[in-house]
């Protein structure tokens, strides 16, 4: 009997397509609410996510079937590893697929804030002409400072390089050789952090690195630096960005990823005019979703078909 795999949340349709290629039984059903998954996911060997579908403990109880999860994109925060792995459940995702779709963001939000694009759009709009006001900065010639040099990071460290921005990483898994490939000098976090004119996060959110970019972090900027979050919410201390943004410290900030999506209207953050906020879209392009869709599909397939284990993050 060909192995049956559900795909939720919308994933690029090519997914369902890549499955039924490996002779896996795709089904694609975006309509489902809580109750309706909760319902029919027992009859199911895979299942494939984006970032909607909570995989806790209650979908995992009621998954009698479930070998594997797919996430189609890089971070497993809606899905419980723990329950997972203690219910034998493999969880993969797809490093790699959408990183450069989030390092363009990366640079646009840089280009936005050194040059106030989003300021000068929107007095057009209001029928200004503020040429005096809007002088920027170029990025030639800063520092920019990466933390996390994964798919992500690196993507970012290179089309730093490429601004002709000097690039500073830092993360603990990867030799001084392995960030010169792509122009990045590794650094310890401290000094990273006391040369970085624009301070990136690309790490997962996990124990160590919540409200990593803390109050003592943001201190430790040359002034005026500008602190991006495209990676989650709940790195970068939100208290202490606004504070130093207010006080001046930070010149700006862009922030994608928030610890509860939506945050409310009235965040400030989300309504300060020195902040681009943005709705969690650096992985959203047409590219993107496809490449992360069929990554989590081939992966789920040949695990289910062949036994094969790619990017496999719950040890299972
Ligand atoms: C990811 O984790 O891959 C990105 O943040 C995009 C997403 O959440 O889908």
């Given at each position: 009997?060909?192995a ?10 090519r ?14 059903r ?78 646009g ?17 209001e ?149 681009l ?20 599909a081939?992966?789920?397939?040949a695990?289910?078909?062949r ?10």
């Amino acid at each position: 009997m060909a192995a049956r795999v559900l795909l939720t949340d919308r994933v690029a349709p090519r997914a369902a397509e890549v499955l039924a290629e490996m002779g896996v039984d795709a089904e694609q059903r975006d309509d489902l609410d809580r109750a309706a998954l909760l319902d029919i996911i027992g009859g199911y060997d895979g299942l494939v996510v984006r970032s909607s579908t909570r995989v806790d403990a209650e979908l995992l109880g009621a998954a009698h079937r479930l070998r594997i999860v797919g996430r189609a994109g890089i971070g497993v925060d809606n899905i419980d590893l723990q329950a997972s792995r203690a219910r034998d459940v493999a969880v993969c995702n797809t490093p790699g697929g959408n990183a450069n779709a989030v390092a363009e963001l990366a640079v646009g939000m840089m280009l936005s804030l050194v040059r106030h694009i989003p300021l000068a759009t929107v007095s057009m709009h209001e029928g200004e002409w503020r040429k005096k006001e809007l002088k920027g900065r170029e990025l030639r010639g800063q520092t920019l400072g990466v933390v996390g040099l994964g798919a992500v990071g690196r993507r970012v460290s290179e089309l730093g390089r490429a601004m002709g921005m000097t690039v500073l990483a830092s993360d603990p898994f990867i030799s001084t050789d392995d960030a010169a490939k792509v122009g990045a000098i590794l650094t310890p976090l401290d000094q990273l952090v006391r040369n970085a004119n624009v301070l990136t996060v690309h790490v997962p959110l996990v124990p160590a690195t919540r409200n990593l970019v803390d109050r003592a972090v943001l201190a430790s900027l040359p002034a005026g630096a500008l602190v991006l979050n495209l990676a989650r919410g709940g790195i970068v201390d939100e208290d202490a960005l606004l504070e130093a943004i207010d006080s001046g410290r930070v010149a700006g900030a862009a922030i994608d990823v928030w610890p509860d999506e939506p945050p409310p209207k009235d965040h400030p953050l989300r309504t300060h005019p020195r902040v681009l906020a943005t709705p969690h879209i650096a992985a959203s392009t047409h590219e993107a979703q496809v490449a992360v869709a069929v990554q989590a599909a081939e992966q789920v397939g040949a695990f289910l078909v062949r036994g094969e284990r790619r990017h496999i993050v719950n040890g299972v």
